[in-house]
Each structure stands twice: as structure tokens, then as C-alpha cells.
């Protein structure tokens, strides 16, 4: 098996428009994987956005 490719959804842009832009590019996706990124504030921590990425695959 090759280097996985995968695409993330770009700041300003939404889900369906990654996944055309994939889809432009000839893949097609095969995993979706969101990574919270967490803010630390005075005494908690919480969730400030969540990152969408797509490990994909040629069509």
C-alpha cells in the first residue's frame, strides 16, 4: 500500500466544499478523522475548534 494521502478541511471553508475539491483532484474519501484542539484558560480547559481531515483514495 502506498503514502496515505489525506486532505483537511481548509480555515473558511466548509465540509462539502473540501469534499469537492477532493473530488476534483480525482479521490475519493475513505475516512473522515476530527482532532479537537484544546485552549487552556485560567482553571479549565476546553475545546476551541475542532479539525476535519480525509484520508482518501484515487478513484
Known sequence: MGKKI???????ETIAECLDRIAKDGYQPVR????PVFRQGNSEVEVA???????VKKQ
Not at 6 to 12: I, K, L
Not at 32 to 35: G, H, L, P, S
Not at 49 to 55: G, I, T
Request: net charge negative; charged share 55%.
Open 6 to 12: 489525506t486532505y483537511e478541511v481548509e480555515e473558511n
Open 32 to 35: 473522515r478523522i476530527e482532532k
Open 49 to 55: 475548534e475542532q479539525r476535519v481531515k480525509f484520508e
